[in-house]
T-cell receptor, first 115, second 113 residues
Framework: GDSVTQMEGPVTLSEEAFLTINCTYT??????LFWYVQYPGEGLQLLLK?????DKGSNKGFEATYRKETTSFHLEKGSVQVSDSAVYFC??????????????FGKGTKLTVNP | KAGVTQTPRYLIKTRGQQVTLSCSPI?????VSWYQQTPGQGLQFLFE???????NKGNFPGRFSGRQFSNSRSEMNVSTLELGDSALYLC????????????FGQGTRLTVV
């Protein structure tokens, strides 16, 4: 079945450092890929998405590029802030699954940014 | 535009009891999915409802059930609660169209004692 593997961390960075969180996937067909973020005590918020190969999703300084050749969707940010401290989830939705809205998630990566 | 609303936010139940959680999707969204989040297993898909019909189901025992009403609001029920059912239960709504995203509620934190 479909699966998502992401670095689990935790990741601790200083403010203004560069961030990379690796995400790779296994899926048949052409899934849509997402990054969600979860702040303490909250639900999930969509950070960015990409729906086809070579698409780049971006939002709030975060970027991720859909790489079909490497089945990857790594999250990057050039300069993190303390407010970016949260748990980040990589996820896929596979239209090959009969139109299902089911999301398959990675385990999540906890990011802590220190001032 | 109101987001996804889940009630209640917190619940404490005793083993053996049953519980019902509620989810109101974003206006216009007819698909509602439920997920269980635990520290050990992460985020796991429970089921999806669209037009009052269950469209997909995850690998959970029959104690977990759900339904959807004509106004797209959804409920999930867990019967004969076990300690391991303690989790954050998240509801997501979507348009159920290709390349669209799901929007999540804040979740219901269930504690089974």
């Amino acid at each position: 079945g479909d699966s998502v593997t992401q670095m689990e961390g935790p990741v601790t960075l200083s403010e203004e450092a560069f961030l990379t969180i690796n995400c790779t996937y296994t899926a048949t067909g052409y899934p849509s890929l997402f990054w969600y973020v979860q702040y303490p005590g909250e639900g999930l918020q969509l950070l960015l998405k990409a729906t086809k190969a070579d698409d780049k999703g971006s939002n709030k300084g975060f970027e991720a590029t859909y790489r079909k050749e490497t089945t990857s969707f790594h999250l990057e940010k050039g300069s993190v802030q303390v407010s970016d401290s949260a748990v980040y989830f990589c996820a896929l939705k596979n239209p090959a699954q009969g139109g299902s809205e089911k999301l398959v998630f990675g385990k999540g990566t906890k990011l802590t940014v220190n001032p | 535009k109101a987001g996804v609303t889940q009630t209640p936010r917190y619940l404490i139940k005793t083993r053996g009891q049953q519980v019902t959680l509620s989810c109101s999707p974003i206006s216009g969204h007819r698909s509602v999915s439920w997920y269980q989040q635990t520290p050990g297993q992460g985020l796991q898909f429970l089921f999806e409802y669209f037009s009052e019909t269950q469209r997909n189901k995850g690998n959970f025992p029959g104690r977990f059930s759900g339904r959807q009403f004509s106004n797209s609001r959804s409920e999930m029920n867990v019967s004969t609660l076990e300690l391991g059912d303690s989790a954050l239960y998240l509801c997501a709504s979507s348009l159920r169209q290709l390349n669209t995203e799901a929007f999540f509620g804040q979740g219901t934190r269930l504690t089974v004692v």
